[in-house]
């Protein structure tokens, strides 16, 4: 079993930044890879960024790739995601998971997920 909580949500303007986290207990959180997926009303979830097990690698939607960085501190059994310039669209439901790729098949255990509001 994972136990994954996360917080950093909340109301930004467009152009404004973010940091999400994500604190993991349950297992030894150094052996294995963590992604972070959202959802906005009306849409399916996606995917948004994944890192691997040592954080030597990650890897991005389209939508954000140069906006947004995945890491993870695996001394504090934590992954991370800093939002730099938001916009209206990035709009979500932000969940953490654990396990591999760029699907939510992928993925086996999820946060509750955060909300992210960027008004324009």
């Known amino acids: 079993q994972v136990q994954l909580v996360e917080s950093g949500g909340g109301l930004v303007q467009a152009g404004g930044s973010l940091r999400l986290s994500c604190a993991a207990s349950?297992?030894?959180?150094?052996?294995?890879?963590m992604g972070w997926f959202r959802q906005a009303p009306g849409k399916e979830r996606e995917f948004v960024a994944v890192?691997?097990?040592?954080?030597?690698?990650?890897a991005y939607a389209d939508s954000v790739k140069g906006r947004f960085t995945i890491s993870r501190d695996n001394a504090k059994n934590t992954v991370y995601l800093q939002m730099n310039s938001l916009k209206p669209e990035d709009t979500a439901v932000y969940y953490c998971?654990?396990?591999?790729?760029?699907?939510?098949?992928?993925?086996?255990?999820w946060g509750q997920g955060t909300q992210v509001t960027v008004s324009s």
């Open positions: 998971a654990h396990g591999v790729g760029n699907t939510a098949t992928g993925y086996d255990y």
């Open positions: 890192i691997s097990r040592s954080g030597g690698t990650s």
């Open positions: 349950g297992r030894t959180f150094s052996s294995y890879g």
